[in-house]
């Protein structure tokens, strides 16, 4: 388990310095800069050029590469080329409104997709199974923005209960933000839940096919204690994958979203950063977007290991 762990650790490093360097040179491909985007078109070429200057964008591109890298190290991304801010302090706002709505999207759609997963296999080809699996392939086929655009008309136009778009910058409270993260992680949640439970009801369905579920009923138990005790636990290890993903996905900021409801997360701050060219946000998103999926990935995992003996096993005799 330890060098199972670590060996994923010294992927993650990898992949991190990987996504920081793809983007670095995604960017640099880009015509313009951010000198550009600041002072507008109809800046000289000489206000131009002393803005670059101040910036450091007369360095060469590797330079600035490794100077950042070495200020990631040690915890400082750098300065905003836009905004002038620290962007620690700026990623650190978004992030934690992101979380706002991230954490009640992972909580009821999780708890709601497993439950609807777990019914439609047990139902298998009955009416709870043709109602649930028809609504998750319309909430798999469905683009986030129109469920988006839905939620608005029902619930900001037509019953006036949310707000339809959040008005507070990034520094707002919690306590300013609150009514308006209903309906983001209402949608986030109807996204995730669709591809939760199509995977756990088919895998639902493999497990109450298996030979010793099949014994366990044999042997007098009832359907609750067999799905509880003998086929749930198994039934997850396939799902945790797809979980991890859509975790990682929700926690990196959902950039259609954020965009729709005009709300202040990671995923705002990552299209405003592309649009002013500012590479040290874009490169610190990209680092914690890296981190988070290599974390969901090493959780889901650590916990498939915890829930079968099996790949306990198999991870010891590894290392």
Known sequence: MTLFVARRLGAMVLTVVLASLLVFVALQALPGDVAT???GRDATPEAVQVLRDQLGLDQPAWRRYLEWVGGAIQGDFGTSLASGE?????LALHLRNTLLIAVLAIA??????????VVAGLYRDRWPDHLISGASLVGMSVPEFVVATVLVLLFSVTIPVFPAVVLDDADATVGQLLPAIWLPALALSIALAAYVVRMMRASVIDVMASEYVQTARLRGLGTGRVVLRHALPNAVLPT???????VAWLVGGVVVVETVFNYPGIGTLMIDAVYDRDLPVLQAIAVLSAVVYALCNLAADVAAMGLNPRLRAGGRSTA
Do not use: K, T
Request: no cysteine.
């Open 86 to 90: 620290a962007v620690g302090s700026e």
């Open 37 to 39: 985007q600041i002072l």
């Open 240 to 246: 945790l994958n797809v979980i991890a993903l859509n």
């Open 108 to 117: 009821g759609g999780l708890l709601f997709s497993l439950v609807l997963g």
